[in-house]
């Protein structure tokens, strides 16, 4: 059984930072490219930064410079620093991750609500 546990959401103030992270577990061959999504109530599911296995990173061009992707393979986990969050950053934020466990695929956590407000 493989999951994907996010962690470090909240309400923060316009101008502030949070700091999520995702922890892997389970019966995992092999975790590649692994990555934060966001989804507002009544809108479609976007790609906010990616990473693989081998730390190259993506990012959406809406928080390039402001959110920075890292992993720590050995943990199996990844984080997503977030700095001068701003109110349309408020979304549920998920994590997403390419695995082979028993097949290949890729597998969601449950997510985590950012919440930026004054």
């Known amino acids: 059984q493989v999951e994907l546990v996010e962690s470090g959401g909240g309400l923060v103030q316009p101008g502030g930072s949070l700091k999520l992270s995702c922890a892997a577990s389970g019966r995992i061959v092999s975790l590649n490219t692994m990555g934060w999504y966001r989804q507002t109530p009544g809108g479609q599911r976007e790609m906010v930064a990616t990473?693989?296995?081998?730390?190259?990173?993506n990012y959406a061009d809406s928080v390039k410079g402001r959110f920075t992707i890292s992993r720590d393979n050995a943990e199996k986990t990844i984080h997503l620093q977030m700095n001068s969050l701003k109110p349309e950053d408020t979304a549920v934020y998920y994590c997403k991750a390419d695995i082979w466990a028993v097949g290949r695929k890729d597998y969601w956590g449950q997510g985590t609500q950012v919440t930026v407000s004054s």
């Open positions: 990473i693989t296995r081998s730390g190259g990173a």
